[in-house]
């Protein structure tokens, strides 16, 4: 498997703050996989997120995609590479879910690729079941139904690397099973997909890698079984849990000790 | 935060409407030009305007009049009021297409956040210094770096993590209004008699006294602006996502957004030169095309730079016709229709969203 998005000891350290949010974190987002981002609120995941979207340019330490730096990239470029979807999703104006979805088509105007604009808007809003609701304006929709539009136009973009923040946040539990399974299949179809979430039980069903951050450090990294160990998810969380294996499918299940 | 109220438009739809909101468009911006020129204290039949014009581009015809003043009074003094009219009308209504955008915000507009003010400081300022260094382009380039400096600090100063508050974006516009209009007072204080007439007259806002040569500088202006609008049109739709996203789809957006608000300083320094400060154009008529055909900025951009030129033309053929002998301001009557226009979305957005606090 190759190495899409590669960071190298970043550390990010905004002049306000006292001490760094983030600190030599590296991080390995290979073809084929999902990689799950996991840790407690202000563990710095979503500025690890920030800076592999290209968001966030880090104080020291590198990222890469495909050997290449991030930075040397042209918008243009890096956008037929990789697809990000945000926790905020407002829309200004009227726009319609169609129109919406379409702009992830954005990259590809003017290209052979524009060809099969319409065929991936299609499938993109059937995957993520807003289809029904293609002509109505995004701002009228109900928290949930703008993320999964939001979710489609990032699938409508069509890339090989494609970085979720919480896509799972404002969803119903069908709806959360049914995009955890979109970003399983990407990768399955050889794309890498890097998913923040905080549903630890998410990251052990769906995550072929999985990435643990604490305080702006990466704690551990590697199969989700071998990074997500009862000690250390007390360690990290301050909440002791029992980690049972599921009967049917074998996989670890998280629960709190209440 | 919810500013317009929701018609799910089905986007089949929108294609046939642009069309259609296009043509009578036009077709109203032709007759009400053809109108206007006939109208007036030497009044012509709509027939007899349109022999004139075609003479003039060399078509001999019967329907010219034969009396020589009526050629005089139409091409040389009430064809370039209209013809500056209609570029007026346009550039206000694309820059305020082009402002909203940026600002992720409908209720931008060159007289509500003070672009239009900080233009008129600049043209005034040439005015009563009598500056001249740089001839007929002296007060045109004035205004534009008026314009220029009012809409960055309005953007430096409203904007934050890519979006604009409306509460934030409309209490910058008063800030930044109370400023120009000191530095506008100052300057009409330092005046003489006649500077300070000239500065009324912009406050007021008036397409009297327009000439050819101004046309002649307003035109290019109007043209390049217009050019960039288009250019930029289908990344300001990714605008509407928010700027990280914007860039996520690949638009360079700071690259984007110094060029729109210098295309913004641009058209407005257009409008103001010559006619002074013509206010909500560029608030009510993007509005209303947004909900006639949809927020998607190219076929916005194309109606809105019509429907300007329309309502500005519907505006000055009122101011000259609806009290005789008199010439009455051209910015008073828009934002006669502005004001209500705009305490109308206000309300409206209070029933559908609490309000915008």
């Known amino acids: 498997m190759s190495i899409r998005l590669s960071a190298g000891g970043v550390t990010v350290h905004p002049e306000a703050a006292p001490a760094p949010i983030l600190e030599n974190a590296d991080l390995e987002l290979q073809a084929g996989e999902v990689h799950a981002l996991v840790g407690p609120n202000g563990a710095g995941k979503s500025t690890l997120f920030g800076v592999l979207a290209g968001d966030i340019a880090p104080a020291s330490g590198t990222v890469d995609l495909d050997g290449a730096p991030l930075a040397s990239i042209p918008p243009k470029d890096l956008a037929r590479q990789r697809a990000v979807l945000l926790q905020q999703n407002d829309v200004a104006f009227a726009f319609t879910v169609e129109q919406v979805v379409r702009m992830g088509r954005a990259p590809w105007v003017r290209t052979e690729r524009e060809d099969a604009d319409d065929e991936l808007v299609a499938a993109a809003m059937a995957a993520t079941d807003i289809t029904a609701l293609r002509h109505r304006a995004v701002r009228s929709l109900s928290g949930g139904e703008r993320a999964r539009v939001a979710l489609a136009r990032v699938l409508a973009q069509d890339v090989g690397i494609l970085l979720l923040d919480e896509p799972t946040a404002a969803l119903d539990l069908r709806h959360q099973e049914d995009v955890l399974r979109i970003a399983r299949d990407r990768a399955a179809a050889g794309a890498a997909v890097a998913l923040v979430v905080h549903d630890l039980n998410a990251a052990l069903a769906y995550g072929d890698r999985a990435t643990l951050l604490s305080r702006g450090r990466v704690v551990a990294t590697g199969s989700p079984t071998e990074v997500l160990t009862a000690e250390r998810i007390e360690e990290v969380y301050g909440q002791p849990v029992d980690i049972l294996t599921h009967p049917v499918t074998g996989t670890g299940v998280v629960v709190p000790k209440r | 935060m919810s500013q317009e109220v929701v018609v799910p438009t089905p986007s089949r739809f929108r294609a046939s409407r642009f069309a259609v909101v ?336």
């Not at chain 2, 009324?200 to 217009?226: M, Y």
């Not at chain 2, 407005?268 to 206010?279: E, K, T």
């Open chain 2, 22 to 357: 296009t043509a009578l468009l036009v077709v109203a911006l032709v007759v009400t030009m053809i109108v206007s020129l006939g109208s007036g204290q030497y009044p012509l039949s709509p027939t007899e305007v349109i022999g004139i014009l075609l003479r003039a581009v060399g078509i001999d015809n019967a329907w010219a009049p034969d009396a020589a003043p009526a050629a005089g009074v139409v091409l040389g003094i009430r064809l370039p009021r209209i013809v500056l009219g209609l570029l007026v009308g346009w550039a206000l209504a694309v820059s305020g297409v082009l402002m909203q955008a940026i600002f992720g915000n409908p209720l931008a507009d060159a007289g509500v956040v003070g672009v239009s003010s900080g233009a008129a400081v600049g043209a005034a300022a040439s005015i009563t210094f009598g500056l001249v260094t740089l001839g007929a382009w002296t007060t045109p380039l004035f205004a534009f770096a008026g314009g220029l400096i009012a809409v960055f600090s309005v953007y430096l100063i409203s904007r934050a993590g890519g979006r604009t508050e409306v509460v934030t974006l409309l209490l910058t516009g008063i800030a930044i209004n109370a400023i120009a209009g000191a530095g506008l007072a100052l300057l009409t204080f330092l005046g003489t008699t006649s500077t300070r007439e000239q500065i009324v007259f912009w406050q007021l806002g008036s397409l009297n006294g327009a000439l050819w040569q101004n046309i002649a500088l307003v035109a290019p202006l109007v043209l390049i602006g217009s050019i960039v609008a288009l250019v930029v049109a289908n990344s300001l739709d990714l605008f509407a996502l928010g700027e990280r996203t914007a860039r996520h789809l690949g638009v360079r957006v700071e690259a984007l957004r110094i060029v729109v608000i210098v295309t913004v300083a641009l058209l407005v320094c257009a409008a103001v030169a010559f006619a002074g400060i013509i206010a909500f154009v560029g608030l009510v008529i993007p509005h209303l095309l947004r909900m006639a055909i949809g927020p998607a900025h190219l076929p916005l951009v194309i109606t809105s730079a019509l429907g300007g030129a329309l309502l500005i033309e519907l505006a000055d053929l009122v101011a000259r016709t609806a009290v005789p002998l008199a010439d009455l301001p051209i910015g008073m009557l828009t934002s006669l229709i502005g004001g209500p226009f705009f305490l109308w979305l206000l309300l409206r957005a209070r029933k559908s969203a609490g309000g915008w606090a």
